[in-house]
Every structure is written in C-alpha cells, then in structure tokens.
Nanobody, 122 residues
Framework: QVQLVESGGGLVPPGESLNVSCAAS????????MGWYRQGPGKERELVAR???????SLADSVKGRFTISIDNTKNTVNLTMNSLKPEDTAVYYC????????????????WGQGSLVAVSP
C-alpha cells in the first residue's frame, strides 16, 4: 500500500514563509513526478507546482518567483517552500504523485495526500 503523508502548513501573516513536505510511504520502486495542488475556499482544485523525478519543475504563474518545489528521489519526498505568502494563497494543499510503481510491480496512475491547510491572515 502506497500512501502520501504530508507535514507542515499552518497559519502565518502575509509576507511570511511556510514549508509543506510530502513523503511517499510503501514499497516504492519509482515515481514519475510529484507535485502540489491546492483548493481555496469556494474554488476548484488547481495545480501549484510539479517536479519530475529528473528534477524538471513547473510552477503556476500565480506562485512563480515566490514558491519553490524540490524532490528527493532517495526518500520519495517532495517539498514546497512558500515565500512572500499572500491571503489568496490560503487553501488546503494536496500532495500528488503520478505514475507510482511499487517493488511488487504494482502500478498506480495517481495517488493523493490527505491535504494540509495553509492559512495566510494578519
């Protein structure tokens, strides 16, 4: 069984920084890419950032220059560093893994984390 376990998040005032991390647990052989989605109040879920196991990353325009995504393939973890946070960044942030293969050769097209709340407010 493969699971994504998130940590981090919380409540910060505007302009501050936060990190959210996600670790994939289980007997994992490979993960093609990992990323973060978010869903704000009354909004649809949107892609924030994604990074491949080769280190190629992409960021939503709304977070470019403020957010950074990194991956550690040896630990199957992905980290999102969020700087200069704005109230509009308030959302539940979901970790996402794409194309996960286990050591038993089970293939999962995608796996989602449980969500981590990031709230930006004075």
């Amino acid at each position: 069984q493969v699971q994504l376990v998130e940590s981090g998040g919380g409540l910060v005032p505007p302009g501050e920084s936060l990190n959210v991390s996600c670790a994939a647990s289980g007997s994992i052989y490979s993960i093609a890419s990992m990323g973060w989605y978010r869903q704000g109040p009354g909004k649809e879920r949107e892609l924030v950032a994604r990074i491949t196991n080769g280190g190629v990353s992409s960021l939503a325009d709304s977070v470019k220059g403020r957010f950074t995504i990194s991956i550690d393939n040896t630990k199957n973890t992905v980290n999102l560093t969020m700087n200069s946070l704005k109230p509009e960044d308030t959302a539940v942030y979901y970790c996402h893994a794409l194309s996960v293969v286990t050591r038993h050769m089970d293939h999962f097209y995608e796996i989602w984390g449980q969500g981590s709340l990031v709230a930006v407010s004075p």
